[in-house]
């Protein structure tokens, strides 16, 4: 057993670590000097493509643009289609604030010609990408024939354990808010409602009251507390799972239909749903709603929460609500998902990694981590002892230099 001192210093952008002395142990005590030091860089990639979603077409280019030109990236950003305004409105804005022209760049149509061209593409050297798992496979896909690096934000489908030492105002509050963030379209959002048996009337009643005081309207009115879905087909998707939980067994309790009043007709409106299951093999629970839907279920103990609650392809956000701080700590450890909120739902702070596990991607945004997504990873090694022939060359020639002595 040898005992260790290392120093650690930076030159520039590398970081050393230098073995700096080594005392043996046995017969013969010395000292022992490494022939090297070795240094980390962390260095630009080259040419990032960013493809973004509809539901934050601002902030998704915040998140994966900015920590890419951080690290001395330029960036070619491909926003949805439905949502190209914001993106080209930035752009402008990133171009008067003096970035140099061509570091941050915005191309506009398809995904399937130009998000299919950014990712096959040798002069790209990565992709990052927010948005769906079936599109996430396909550019995985596509970009293997360039062996690009690719880092995945895909799907959630978040549990939302509430124990029955809860504070149950403070669980309807959040659930309220975590279900109904950008109006269910989210990928963070709470979506499957697992309530202890002893209080899930309770909590199911208290939900609801909550729900009939949310304002739907125009979301450019400060009064509005939830706004319509971005589409046609969204709506129709989400109204097609309600209906499947029902035809599964699930009981509709609150909502889940296109509100009557008048005044909403001109958007994609939809009441949200709250629906009581066991059936756990639904759609409604085991598939990404991606829309205002309430799935609430019973559960006996905490063994029994945490295995339901892992047991969906997805892994990015899950929150547990109580009182105990072991079982707290407990499921934080035990819930394989890239972020477990304790007492609360959605917040996500910048200084803090967002990723996932399983089927929900990989990769991180957010935080000094996700300036390292977008950089290459070089070893530097320097000679520091001066030597012509160091010991380790009898590998080639020469004798070791047990056999010289």
């Known amino acids: 057993m040898g005992v260790y001192k290392l120093r650690n210093f930076r030159i520039d952008n590398i970081r050393f670590i230098a ?56 960036v070619v950003v491909k926003p949805a289609s439905y949502t190209p305004v914001t993106t080209n409105l930035l752009a402008e804005l990133i171009k008067e604030a003096g970035l140099p022209d061509g570091a941050f760049n915005v191309v506009t ?21 927010t948005g769906s798992e079936e599109v996430g496979k396909t550019i995985s896909r596509l970009s293997s024939e360039t062996l690009k690096k690719v880092a995945l ?7 939302f354990i509430v124990f029955n030492d809860a504070n149950l105002n403070a ?54 507390d939830m706004g319509p879905l971005i589409s046609r087909s969204q709506r129709e998707r989400v ?30 409106y939809f009441e949200p749903a709250v629906i009581r299951t066991e059936n756990e093999n639904s759609p409604i629970v085991k598939e990404e709603i991606f829309g205002p839907v309430f799935t609430v279920m019973p559960f006996a103990d905490y063994d029994d929460v945490i295995a339901r609650s ?48 399983k089927r929900s991607g990989h990769g991180a945004s957010l935080s000094a981590y996700s300036i390292e997504e977008f950089t290459y990873l070089k070893h530097v090694y320097f000679d520091i002892s001066g030597k012509e022939t160091k010991d380790w060359y009898y590998q080639v020639h020469g004798r070791p230099p047990t056999a010289r002595q």
């Open 153 to 159: 934000e895909l799907g959630g489908k978040a549990p």
């Open 171 to 224: 669980a309807v509050n959040g659930a309220v808010v975590g279900g109904l963030v950008n109006n269910g379209q989210d990928c963070a959002n709470s979506t499957r409602y697992y309530v202890h048996e002893s209080i899930i009337n309770e909590f199911t009643n208290r939900l609801i009251d909550e729900l009939k005081t949310v304002r739907m309207g125009n979301p450019f009115d400060i009064e509005t």
């Open 19 to 74: 073995g700096a002395s080594r005392v043996l142990e046995g017969k013969a005590m010395g000292e022992y000097v490494p022939e090297g030091t070795s240094g980390i860089r962390r260095e630009a990639m080259g040419v990032v493509g960013v493809i973004t979603p509809w539901n934050y077409p601002l902030m998704m280019v915040v998140w994966r643009a900015f920590p890419a030109l951080a690290a001395g990236n330029t």
């Open 109 to 129: 149509g398809s995904g399937d010609d130009l998000g299919a061209e950014l990712c096959t593409n040798s002069r790209v050297d990565a992709i990052a990408f």
């Open 310 to 357: 892992n047991d969906v392809i997805y892994g990015l956000g899950s929150s547990v609500w109580t009182k105990d701080i072991t079982v707290a700590m407990n499921a934080t450890r035990d819930l394989r998902f890239g972020t477990v909120w304790v007492n609360e739902h959605v917040p996500v702070p910048s200084e803090m990694p967002w990723a996932g596990y």
């Open 239 to 268: 109204e097609r799972y309600v209906d499947r939980g029902v035809k599964d067994g699930g009981r509709l309790v609150y909502g889940g239909k296109r509100p009557q009043d008048e005044s909403l007709s001109g958007g994609f």
